[in-house]
């Protein structure tokens, strides 16, 4: 019993630990295939403001479809050397799927990542650069539970259904994906040294591991 009272105290604390930072801001940054493009993601009052930002590489020359370009928040992150099918389908834990096409004026037809579909595509230009759009999203979320969160995801840009780019979405700072299902990590205290804080998130682990075979 007193075993178990440790192991919960301990297990709280670190859940506490872990949602004591609000996450406010993401970006991706886009530079592949001489494509460069910036999404940024900023929580405000009525949901999430896009930013949508292509400085190079989305021509009219290169783009194969009339309708453009179109663009979406992938479940995964990239893979090694750049690799844009390891992120796997659109983020959509509503489980909206893509039989029919999302109408922006029924969000409840559009997969939440799909944001070409909510906002339009990205019409290619004669020089590749399309000044900065924004938009105010209301399904996206820094803090959903597992599925729902944008921790851990990307963006990918298509040409004509081929996945041309692609970028992790950098929340506060955190690159790395967390496991799937799992919570954000806590944003690390300034200065405070990564190695360390490895080793005392192993070590949590395994005493907590401990506190439970006791059990
Ligand atoms: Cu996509």
Redesign the pocket.
């Known amino acids: 019993m007193l075993f178990k009272s440790i192991a919960t105290v301990v297990a709280l604390a670190g859940l506490a630990a872990a949602q004591s930072k609000e996450l406010t801001h993401g970006k991706a940054e886009v530079n592949m295939n001489d494509i460069e493009a910036t999404f940024t993601f900023d929580k405000v009052d009525g949901g999430m403001s896009i930013g949508v930002t292509i400085a190079k590489g989305l021509t009219s020359a290169i783009q194969v479809l009339p309708t453009g370009f179109?663009?979406?928040v992938?479940v995964n992150p990239v893979g090694p050397n750049n690799n844009c099918t390891a992120?796997g389908l659109?983020l959509d834990p509503a489980k909206v799927g893509v039989a029919k096409p999302c109408d922006p004026t029924d969000l409840t037809t559009c997969q939440t990542?799909d944001l070409?579909g909510k906002y339009g595509n990205l019409m290619g230009t004669a020089d590749g650069a399309i000044p900065k759009a924004t938009y105010l999203d209301t399904q996206l979320t820094f803090t959903g539970e597992g599925e729902e969160s944008m921790v851990g995801r990307s963006i990918?840009?298509?040409n004509n259904g081929t996945?041309i780019a692609c970028a992790n979405i950098d929340i506060d700072g955190q690159d790395a994906p967390t496991p799937s299902g799992g919570k954000p990590e806590p944003t690390k205290p300034a200065g405070e040294n990564s190695a360390a804080k490895l080793v005392g998130s192993v070590a949590l682990t395994g005493f907590v591991a401990m506190m439970m075979m006791a059990l």
């Open positions: 179109d663009y979406h992938h992120t659109h990542g070409a990918v840009i298509h996945r």
